[in-house]
């Protein structure tokens, strides 16, 4: 027995040993190294020479890496919680499974799936200042009577449909979709009928924000740190809110049943049923939420000089930076020492949700 | 008579809930349709840009030149007389192509004859000893067509647009290629004084610049594709490498395959092995092992990126595609695979040890053959991870710029083309490095959606 | 027999040898990508073809399309960096620290070339880098707008208030048609560095230090009046990163760039008619200022081969080198003798035009070049930041040159710790 289990054990290092070998180059030794250097002055051509603290010191004085850090900490904060409220109220206002639901998944997963590298690229034409979404903004202004009148159109055939059914003694739900397609048709017809005179007349209006060139800040982040907010968010909701769907539908039933003969609101429902049955799926897209946007490079790399460095930069390209700065010397110590400054949000977050994370299942 | 009653509240029921119903249902696809169009809308209007000269004027416009069928039957016609490919155009020897223009100004004395020139091109991104257009193409004299009276057009100056009306005439010249090189591009230049307006053309202007003065073509030889994909033929055809005049995009596209199916592999066989030793084998340092690739997980790459980068400098693999593919710690495959394994009643393999089989007969005959539905969506998600990946090939391709995978190759781009404004270039290429990605999505989709189903329900 | 066998041993090793010695030597060179990459390349391939081919050597250039200073910095530590490279004027300080630079030499070849450029490549005395080329700025205006607008074109004589007032002539007559009197970039290189220059003011005094003087705020405050009096706008506000971008798309009047604008504009828009003119004057100095960049070839330590790098590089900064890179509208030469070849280039009228202008605008007033001894490149970020905060960021000037002023003091105090 003994020779059968000595004689696995070695077929188990043998199997485990290209695993071992990879962890050990590229994960053991490489946080060594990096702890190492983070207490040294090393520029890839000095030897390593001790400095104590000093790296630590330095970066905390460091104006931009103060930025860096309020830039990905919020910036992470942020864009995890947006992304998992919306995703779940989305996934909750469809609830559940629908016909073609093949067709709106594609549409829902496509730009999740995408390189970074490209959907920034995208974006980042997106925001030109002589791009789609000033243009889109333009357009807007410049045709506001059409809309104001759409608008109002709209609200007057509405409340017009609503009171003739009321008058004909039919009760009627406001928010009957016939009736508001068929308010909204004849809005437009209303619009188009007025097109030509001078109700309808575009105004030239150029809308020019500066959505990247920026160091303006809109709240606690720079505007460009929202545009790119705006960006994570757009690709991340529609795949997190399949999760939750997919979620939503495992709920039992019976649950929502017995609320209901108990006299319990919708709301309170959601909130007592809904959310805590969620609980593990919601534990899932705020890890992998947070974990990435903490590290969040690839976008602040793309953008380049279409942004100043101060509105942009995050800790992974703070870090980044140090070790290879455009035409100037490497600062392999204090590239480590931020690094591990990121390493250590990261792993305090995980660990703080994993705490949160079990005692909400326990509730659920 | 109580009967009917029932009857008909049970109607009146029904048909309450069918109402509602209907509009639960007009409402969730209303709903969904927006949120469908907000999520690609952005990628489909920047589709559409990708198709334009320059993708930053009127980019809300989206009845463009290339989409129009009468500039598809100008580049059609022009590519067919110039090189017998209506397809992809050109210019051939002894070949003849015939234009014409239209000008518009307000009166008939001001309406000069327009002059036609075939610009030097000395290009200095372009290669340096290509043949000159300009010796081997001439111009044939201009021929007055017809002249109309009444025309009402647009002056554009800068960004002023004014309604005019006025007289127009249209002239017919021919471009005749003299020398004997096939040239696969041919620009043109139409020059006029300023208030005189280009209203109508074989193929429309590329751009109108000196404020109005010049009409220029950058290729009045296309076929249908090179005019409507043409970012898309300039991604490919433009940036060429200086040693071997290949193109770069070409390379990159290479490279990206090469990494990708490479680092798959082998993330395949650390994964299954390791996957198993750990879900079948005691071992010393077995549980040290499970552990530390568990926190590897939680550990951002910008820590470890310098030692590793360090590692392959001193061995001298910087640069080579061989520095993304090995630099691989596949612990979230190899936890992938061990759950799996895990999942495996111990029976099935125990008349195998029995046997006396030895583990690596029993993982590749038996575990496997199982095993298949989370081999396919290591791979696949593999696949999509090496092929997106940005920040460490980032770091180990420097140069030459044949090396690069796409994503840094879509940021060497963007430096290049970008200073420009050049960004239907971009564009053009954004969108040509995802087609691999997403045609395995549209084959392969459920190992996307089951995968993160499963993993989030799990927990 | 024997003799067979012999003859036969030595025609063998004849053959060994000539094969050897036929089979040349291989030099790798590195540089920027973008233009440069054609320009070099066809340097090396046409320009100098015959010359390489006597010295029996290929050289293969190496366009670095990413961050070349990584690359550099790179390559050196790990021991694979080609032979010869750029060296960028502001850089040479950290390559020359590196100890992997080989001090130049040939003082026969140094003096041939401008004083001023060579002196830009000294660390403590000694040259780390031949100048290759160099360059600076000037005004081009696009001649239809002028033309258009009915104002006068800039001339040699403008100070900057008088192509102020030209610019705003322009922009009150085709403001209606988005026509603007130039891009403006916050930031030291562009058109705020000539206009700064102008005044006389010292980027580092004797002692080390950087003072934001009165003569620094006047400069400042008329280069922050443009973009507030709408005369210029930011580069961005017209989808480019500089403006020379700006200039390409016809809609701004003038651009203040230098040589590498011909190249760009010959791809961008050929068919744009400018012209251009020194740098302006200031009116109290009656000088003009200039920005002098400069780029170097500087040889690799490491190299295995240096009495053959060391003759590609004079070759690389011979005469005919520079007429091709002069003609390829990307720099002007760095040697002496080529003053004469700038001011009777033909082709392009505007391009020599734009070179003259140039050449001009370095012989006269105060010309300082783009380097910062051993601050570097770092040296530009406070006053890069100072004018970020103000046009972009409304920041208030006097509160902006006072954070700036702090931080060159801070990176002085730094500079002095290490010094120590």
Redesign the interface.
């Known amino acids: 027995m003994s020779a059968t289990?000595s004689h696995?054990?070695?077929?188990?290092?043998i199997?485990?040993?290209?695993?071992?070998v990879?962890?050990l180059?590229?994960?053991?030794?490489?946080?060594i190294?990096?702890l190492v250097?983070s207490f040294t002055d090393y520029?890839?051509?000095n030897e390593p020479e001790f400095v104590g603290l000093e790296n630590f010191l330095g970066i905390l004085k460091d104006k931009l890496f103060v930025t860096a850090f309020f830039n990905t900490v919020l910036f992470a904060v942020i864009v995890t919680s947006l992304q998992t409220l919306l995703a779940l109220g989305?996934a909750v206002?469809?609830g559940g499974n629908?016909f073609?639901k093949?067709f709106?998944?594609?549409?829902?997963?496509?730009?999740s799936?995408?390189?970074?590298?490209?959907?920034t690229?995208?974006?980042?034409?997106?925001y030109?200042?002589?791009?789609?979404l000033?243009?889109?903004l333009?357009?807007l202004v410049s045709h506001r009577r059409s809309l104001w009148i759409l608008i109002a159109g709209f609200i007057f055939w509405w409340i017009a449909l609503v009171a003739i059914y009321a008058l004909r003694g039919r009760a009627v739900?406001w928010f009957?979709?016939?009736l508001l397609?068929l308010s909204g048709f004849l809005s437009l017809l209303l619009c188009w009928g007025l097109s030509g005179s001078e109700f309808t007349t575009a105004e030239e209006a150029v809308v020019?924000v500066?959505w990247?060139?920026?160091?303006?800040y809109f709240g606690p982040l720079p505007r460009t740190m929202w545009a790119i907010v705006l960006q994570n968010i757009?690709t991340t909701v529609?795949?997190f809110m399949?999760?939750f769907l997919?979620?939503v539908q495992?709920i039992p039933k019976d649950l929502y049943e017995a609320a209901t003969i108990d006299g319990a609101s919708r709301w309170r429902q959601f909130l007592h049923i809904t959310v805590p049955q969620l609980a593990?799926?919601t534990?899932?897209?705020v890890t992998f939420g947070v974990?990435g946007t903490?590290?969040m490079?690839?976008q602040v790399?793309?953008m380049?000089?279409?942004a100043?460095l101060?509105s942009r930069v995050t800790?992974?390209y703070y870090?980044?930076h140090s070790?290879?700065?455009?035409?100037?010397?490497?600062h392999?110590g204090i590239?480590?020492a931020s690094?591990?400054i990121?390493?250590a949000i990261?792993?305090a977050v995980?660990y703080l949700q994993k705490l949160m994370?079990v005692r909400e299942?326990a509730n659920g | 008579m109580v009967n009917e009653k029932v009857a008909g509240a049970l109607n009146a029921l029904g048909q309450a809930d069918t109402r509602r119903f209907l509009?639960r249902m007009?409402?969730?696809?209303?709903?969904?349709l927006v949120?469908?169009t907000?999520?690609?809308g952005?990628?489909c209007?920047?589709f559409v840009?990708s198709l334009k000269e320059d993708?930053?004027?009127?980019?809300?416009e989206l009845s463009i030149n290339q989409l129009q069928p009468s500039s598809w039957k100008g580049a059609w016609s022009l590519g067919n007389a110039g090189a017998d490919d209506a397809w992809f155009g050109g210019l051939a020897p002894g070949r003849e192509v015939v234009f014409e223009v239209t000008y518009a100004n307000q009166s008939l004395e001001q309406l000069v004859e327009p002059v036609v020139k075939i610009p030097k091109r000395r290009s200095s991104i372009a290669q340096p000893s290509a043949p000159e257009v300009s010796a081997q193409v001439a111009v044939g004299s201009l021929q007055l067509l017809r002249e109309n009276a009444q025309v009402l057009y647009d002056e554009v100056s800068g960004t002023k647009v004014t309604p005019r009306q006025g007289v127009s005439r249209t002239w017919r010249f021919t471009l005749h290629h003299r020398g004997a090189t096939p040239f696969d591009q041919v620009p043109m230049v139409i020059e006029v004084p300023k208030g005189q307006v280009l209203i109508e053309s074989t193929l429309p202007a590329s751009r109108i610049e000196r404020r109005g003065r010049v009409a220029s073509w950058r290729n009045v030889v296309p076929g249908l594709l090179t005019y409507v994909f043409g970012n898309y033929v300039r991604v490919i055809d433009d940036a060429r490498s200086l040693t071997t005049g290949d193109s770069l995009f070409m390379s990159w596209t290479f490279n990206s395959f090469f990494i990708a199916v490479f680092k798959v592999v082998l993330t395949l066989?650390?994964?299954c092995?390791?996957g198993?030793?750990?879900a079948?084998?005691?071992?010393?340092g077995?549980r040290l092992?499970f552990y530390?690739?568990l926190f590897?997980m939680?550990?951002?790459?910008?820590?470890?990126?310098?030692?590793?980068y360090?590692?392959f400098r001193d061995i001298g693999l910087l640069n080579t595609p061989w520095a993304v593919i090995t630099?691989?710690?596949?612990?979230a495959q190899?936890l992938i695979m061990k759950q799996f394994f895990e999942g495996i009643p111990r029976e099935i393999e125990e008349a195998a040890i029995v046997d006396g089989a030895?583990?690596f007969t029993i993982?590749t005959t038996i575990f496997l053959p199982l095993s298949r539905p989370a081999l396919a969506s290591v791979t696949i998600l593999g696949f999509?991870g090496a092929?997106?990946d940005?920040?460490w090939p980032?770091?180990v391709l420097t140069s030459p710029a044949e090396s690069y995978t796409?994503?840094?190759g879509?940021?060497s781009l963007?430096?290049v083309y970008?200073i420009a404004g050049d960004?239907g270039m971009?564009?053009a290429?954004?969108?040509l490095?995802?087609i691999p990605?997403?045609l395995i999505?549209?084959f392969f989709?459920r190992y996307?959606?089951e995968n993160?189903?499963s993993?989030?329900?799990?927990? | 027999m024997k003799l067979t066998l012999l003859k036969a041993l030595t025609l063998t090793l004849l053959m060994v040898c000539t094969v050897t010695a036929a089979a040349a030597q291989k030099l790798t060179l590195a540089g920027w990508g973008g233009t440069d990459k054609a320009i070099i390349h066809g340097l090396l391939s046409e320009v100098l073809r015959e010359d390489l081919r006597a010295l029996n050597v290929e050289v293969e250039y190496l366009p670095i399309e990413s961050?070349?200073?990584?690359y550099l910095?790179?390559s050196?530590?790990s021991g694979t960096a080609p032979d010869i490279f750029y060296v960028?004027v502001?850089?040479v300080d950290?390559l020359a620290?590196?100890?992997?630079l080989q001090p130049q030499s040939a003082a026969e070849l140094q003096a041939t070339m401008l004083p001023v450029l060579v002196e830009s490549f000294e660390v403590q005395k000694t040259s780390f880098a031949l100048p290759k080329d160099f360059n600076a700025y000037a005004v081009v205006y696009n001649r239809d707008v002028f033309v258009d607008a009915g104002v006068d074109i800039p001339h040699a004589q403008d100070t900057w208030s008088t192509l102020k007032e030209k610019l705003r002539q322009v922009v009150v007559a085709l403001g209606d048609e988005g026509v603007y009197g130039a891009c403006l970039k916050?930031g030291y290189t562009g058109g705020f560095s000539p206009l700064l220059l102008s005044t006389g003011w010292e980027p580092i005094g004797a002692d080390g230090r950087t003072r934001l003087d009165d003569r620094f705020e006047q400069a400042f405050r008329f280069y922050i009046s443009l973009f507030h009096d709408n005369i210029a706008i930011?580069a961005?506000?017209?989808?480019h990163?500089w403006s020379g971008g700006c200039f390409g798309t016809e809609r701004t009047a003038i651009a203040i760039e230098g040589n590498w604008l011909a190249g760009y504009l010959r791809d961008k828009a050929p068919n744009l008619l400018y012209g251009a003119v020194p740098t302006p004057l200031n009116a109290a100095t009656g000088s003009a200022g200039n920005l002098l960049l400069s780029v170097g070839w500087g040889l690799n330590r490491d190299s295995k081969n240096m009495r053959l790098a060391q003759s590609v590089l004079e070759l690389l900064t011979s005469e005919k080198a520079q007429r091709w890179i002069l003609a390829s509208g990307l720099a002007l030469p760095s040697r002496r003798s080529m003053a004469q070849a700038v001011e009777s280039a033909t082709g392009r009228d505007a391009e020599a035009q734009l070179a003259n202008a140039i050449y001009a605008g370095v012989n006269r007033g105060y010309v300082r070049p783009y380097s910062f001894g051993a601050y570097?490149?770092?040296w530009t970020d406070p006053i890069n930041?100072a004018l970020?905060?103000v046009l972009?960021?409304?920041v208030e000037v006097d509160a902006a040159l006072k954070v700036a002023q702090q931080r060159f003091d801070d990176m002085y105090q730094r500079f002095q710790e290490r010094l120590q």
């Not at chain 1, 199997?15 to 071992?20: D, Q, T």
């Not at chain 1, 180059?25 to 946080?31: G, H, P």
């Open positions: 289990s696995r054990s070695f077929y188990g290092l199997l485990v040993a290209p695993f071992l990879t962890l180059v590229f994960f053991v030794y490489a946080l190294r990096a250097y520029n890839l051509f989305l206002v469809i629908f073609g093949q709106f998944r594609v549409a829902f997963y496509v730009p799936i995408l390189s970074s590298a490209a959907v690229l995208v974006f980042i034409w997106f030109q200042n002589n791009g789609f000033n243009g889109f333009s357009d739900n009957d979709p016939a397609l020019s500066n990247l060139g920026t160091q303006e757009f529609p795949t399949l999760l997919a979620g495992g593990p799926v534990y899932v897209v974990i903490l590290q490079f690839d790399a793309l380049g000089e279409a100043p101060e800790l992974a870090v980044y070790a290879f700065p455009p035409g100037g010397q490497p392999v590239a480590s690094a591990l990121l390493a990261t792993l995980v994370g299942k | 509009a007009a409402w969730l696809y209303l709903f969904l949120l469908a907000v999520t690609l952005v990628f209007v920047a840009a993708a930053l004027t009127n980019p809300t066989i650390i994964a092995l390791g198993y030793a750990l079948r084998f005691q071992f010393p077995s092992i530390t690739m590897s939680m550990v951002p790459g910008q820590v470890l990126f310098i030692s590793n360090l590692v630099a691989v710690v596949a612990s190899v030895n583990p993982l999509q092929w997106n940005f920040f980032l770091v796409l994503p840094v879509l940021l963007r430096n970008g960004w971009i564009l290429g954004s969108f490095s995802t990605v997403l999505f549209i989709q996307f959606v993160d189903t993993s989030a329900v799990k927990g | 961050n070349f200073g990584q910095m790179n050196l530590s960028d502001n850089s950290v620290g590196s100890g992997k916050a930011l961005s506000e017209l989808g990163s570097g490149d770092a930041e970020s905060a972009v960021g409304g």
